[in-house]
């Protein structure tokens, strides 16, 4: 089994990664986000530790980009941040498994043979929302048949709403998630941000899908349709 241990704390990485490799397992490190990216992409391992706090883009946000990106390889998150709510987060975002630290080894190790021998989980490639179509793996986006020319950060933007829709995401969730961990914005660069998705997306067609949720943030939905799922 080929494990890819992504943690930026030299001793923490070293340690680990010496612990699986002693108990038989491959094991390739990386200690920023973007490097661990770019090893998952290569589709050669069997499973992913990550940490949530990185010091370029949390584990949330790089898990996110994994499956934005079509790579289903298993996810186990080993994080000092143990409390429910990010647990339920790591798992809500895609991830298989989450242990905390401090941990017990023989624990990791068990977890790790059990999300490997599940298998890399299928990843969804396109969204429907009403007459609105985005494609994942093609970052290609249409409404009506027509084609919607995003930057990458509108882009971002939407597969976060689409990937939410129906259900109300906040400014501070739109920041973690689409500029990652760390990255300090004003409300007004999101709701700015907001603005020109909605030219886009909504402004040429009578139904709008992207609302705003006052005092909290945003929500994609079509209100009009009977399906409130809309996922394709």
């Not at 299928?122 to 009403?130: C, D, G, L, S, T």
């Not at 027509?146 to 689409?162: M, N």
């Not at 300090?184 to 997306?201: E, G, M, P, Q």
Request: with cysteine; charged share 30%.
């Amino acid at each position: 089994m080929k494990i890819l241990y992504v943690e930026d704390d030299a001793e923490a990485r070293t340690f680990v990664g010496r612990a699986l490799k002693r108990s038989g397992l491959a094991v390739d490190t990386a200690d920023t986000a973007a490097a661990g990216f770019e090893c998952a992409r290569t589709g050669a391992y069997d499973a992913l530790v990550l940490d949530v706090l990185l010091p370029d883009e949390s584990g949330f946000s790089l898990l996110q980009r994994l499956r934005s990106a079509g790579i289903p390889t298993p996810v186990l998150f080993l994080t000092a941040q143990g409390e429910v709510a990010h647990r339920i987060e790591g798992l809500t975002l895609g991830a298989d498994d989450y242990l905390p630290k401090p941990f017990a080894f023989a624990e990791l190790l068990a977890r790790l043979r059990a999300i490997a021998r599940r298998g890399p989980r299928m990843v969804q490639r396109a969204f429907q929302v009403a007459d609105l179509r985005v494609d994942v793996e093609g970052r290609r986006v249409e409404r009506s048949g027509g084609r919607i020319d995003l930057t990458p950060k509108e882009f971002s933007l939407l597969l976060y709403l689409v990937e939410n829709q129906g259900q109300t995401v906040s400014r501070a969730m739109i920041t973690e998630r689409v500029w990652g961990y760390g990255f300090s914005a004003h409300d007004n660069l999101i709701d700015v941000h907001v603005t020109r998705l909605r030219k886009k997306v909504d402004r040429d067609f009578e139904t709008s899908l992207i609302h705003t949720v006052k005092g909290v943030g945003y929500v994609l939905e079509d209100r009009d349709g009977a399906d409130p799922s809309g996922r394709g």
